[in-house]
Nanobody, 128 residues
Framework: VQLQASGGGLVQTGGSLRLSCAASGSSIEHYAMSWFRQVPGKEREGVSCIDPRSYGGQTFYAESVRGRFTTAKDNDKNILYLQMENLKPEDTAAYYC????????????????????WGEGTQVTVSS
């Protein structure tokens, strides 16, 4: 599956953005779909993951974004979304979408990302 993220940009503190990840080559309904982010010089951080094969379509969020970010999939359009509200300067990062067999990053508490496919990043910058 090929992934292409978009929707990043510059926003003020408290603002909102919606990231999109368009998939091609395979349906995203076959994968656990994740968002990660990374700041230069820091480790990559898992932001969210939807695992449709878990009972009830389990969704995971990093503690730092829970309540502010929402991830969702449109299987018909083959697009993954990340709606980001109440953005903070510490949310500034390059955001990447990813596909894999499960939400391993969250299930292993960051010890393994378990990702098979990565998209190119889209930069989000939150000004204070």
């Amino acid at each position: 599956v090929q992934l292409q993220a978009s929707g990043g940009g510059l926003v003020q503190t408290g603002g909102s953005l919606r990231l999109s990840c368009a998939a091609s080559g395979s349906s995203i309904e076959h994968y656990a779909m994740s968002w990660f982010r990374q700041v230069p010089g820091k480790e990559r951080e898992g932001v969210s993951c939807i695992d449709p094969r878990s009972y009830g379509g389990q969704t995971f969020y990093a503690e730092s974004v829970r309540g502010r970010f929402t991830t969702a999939k449109d299987n018909d359009k083959n697009i993954l979304y990340l709606q980001m509200e109440n953005l903070k300067p510490e949310d500034t990062a390059a955001y990447y979408c990813a596909a894999g067999p499960g939400c391993h990053y969250f299930r292993t508490r960051g010890r393994s990302d378990g990702v098979d496919y990565w998209g190119e990043g889209t930069q989000v910058t939150v000004s204070s």
